[in-house]
């Protein structure tokens, strides 16, 4: 098992290994994506040069960043009991929709909002139901002589590089008045996503995946010490293969490219106010505390900061759908 972190000490950032209560940083110059865009096999061997022949840095004494700069983000709705309960509480309807067991189904979010653990998270503008979105996301690395398009699972399953934690962060409010326009979500989503702690190479879970590809580790979240939910990884309509696979139909993958799980069973606020009728229990508020920790990964946490103040929403003219620009006036 390999961690492959981004942290800051001593005024700069750094990218390179975490073991042992320690950090060794890979030489100047490379990074994580030079890592990614290497490969697994390629990351391993690295990683046995510079673990114990860099200099280590505790641990406590870094703050630890996004473990990459993500070239996109693609967030799956994987998991049927989340979409069950979000359902409810976003549509107010009961059940899960037939399209969904039919195809995974994703959206692409932001990959220059992305944050580090104990960072802090404020409450975007006009937002007054803010909720969390505990997820396990799968990190794309190179494999030689493929081109990261139209992949089989057993393909596909060969560039999982390695897993991290995800926290999607939403905006429940402006998600549930987007979404009745038949697109998005977009500001109810765009405004943070948490990554980290670090990646764990896919090397680690080779052996934990049952007879379908699924990984049954645990999954955890709570607010302020008071557990809110858990679920398994492997509750999950389809593996991580099947996803990466599916993302790359008729399009690419490549190193660098995230893909979140979706929300696992119990694992935001949303699907809880669905399943009880109410807010219950309440949005998040300035000062919570949310820690996501992740069988086999570790543990992200951070906490909520204010909500800024300002009207963002600009409401459409009404326009009176010519087909054809009105003459220029005579002399003109």
């Keep these: 098992m390999v961690k492959i972190a981004r942290w800051n000490y001593d005024g700069g950032t750094q990218s390179g290994f975490v073991d042992g209560g320690h950090c060794y940083a890979l030489p100047a110059g490379q990074g994580v994506q030079t890592l990614l865009d290497a490969g697994l096999d390629e990351t391993l061997r690295v990683a046995g040069e510079v673990i114990g022949s860099a200099p280590a840095v505790p641990l406590t004494a870094v703050q630890l960043l996004a473990p990459l700069v993500p070239a996109t983000i ?19 309807v009961a059940g899960v929709v037939p399209e969904w067991y039919e195809a995974p189904t994703f959206y692409f979010t932001n990959p220059h909002t992305v944050t580090g653990t104990g960072e802090v998270i404020g409450i975007p503008a006009g937002c007054t139901d803010l909720d969390f979105e505990t997820e396990v996301a799968a990190v794309v690395g190179r ?7 139209n992949l089989t699972a057993a393909e596909a399953h060969r560039h999982i590089f390695g897993y991290t934690i995800l926290n999607d962060w939403s905006a429940r409010d402006l998600q549930r ?19 980290g702690p670090w990646i764990v190479t896919a090397d680690e879970f080779e052996d934990r995946h049952d ?14 010490g008071e557990p809110i939910g858990q679920d398994l990884l492997s509750n999950m309509g389809w593996p991580f293969a099947e996803l990466v696979a599916y993302a790359s139909q008729d399009s690419v993958v490549r ?41 086999g990964i570790g543990t992200i946490e951070n906490t909520v900061g204010a909500r800024r103040e300002a009207v963002t929403r600009v409401a459409a003219r009404p326009r009176p759908r010519n087909r054809v620009a ?3 006036p005579s002399g003109v």
Aim: aromatic fraction near 4%.
């Design 74 to 92: 693609r967030d799956f709705v994987a998991f049927e009991e989340h979409v069950e309960g979000v359902r409810k509480s976003i549509d107010g």
């Design 143 to 149: 494999v030689p002589g493929s081109d990261g398009r």
């Design 177 to 195: 008045r987007e979404m009745k326009v038949s697109l998005g979500p977009c500001k109810g989503k765009d405004f943070a996503n948490t990554l």
């Design 211 to 224: 007879a379908e590809g699924f990984l049954p580790i645990s999954m955890a979240v709570e607010v302020n």
């Design 255 to 295: 190193p660098g490219d995230v893909l979140g799980s979706g929300t696992c069973g119990s694992g935001c606020l949303a699907e809880l106010w669905g399943r009880n009728g109410s807010k219950t229990p309440p949005p998040l508020a300035t000062g919570d505390v949310v820690r996501m920790t992740v069988e």
């Design 326 to 328: 009105a003459a220029a």
